[in-house]
């Protein structure tokens, strides 16, 4: 058992948690970073909407 600062954890459970953490690193390294960011298109490939602001029927 060893002591940390939420209680006492197993061998086991510091085994466990181990290899979590090394999961979730490998998941963050996966990660297309540009994937978190759809809407950010470079210039070339935006597509432009023109509004109309001078509606005379209201």
């Known amino acids: ?3 940390t ?5 197993s061998p ?3 085994r466990i948690f181990s290899d979590l953490d090394k999961q979730f690193k490998q998941q963050r390294k996966k990660d297309d970073p540009k994937q ?8 070339e490939k935006r597509e432009t909407i023109k509004i109309d602001w001078r509606r005379g029927d209201m």
Do not use: L, S
Not at 5 to 9: D, H
Not at 36 to 43: E, M, Q
């Open 1 to 3: 058992m060893k002591m």
């Open 5 to 9: 600062k939420w209680g006492y954890i």
């Open 12 to 14: 086991t459970e510091i």
């Open 36 to 43: 978190d960011r759809p809407f950010i298109v470079p210039k």
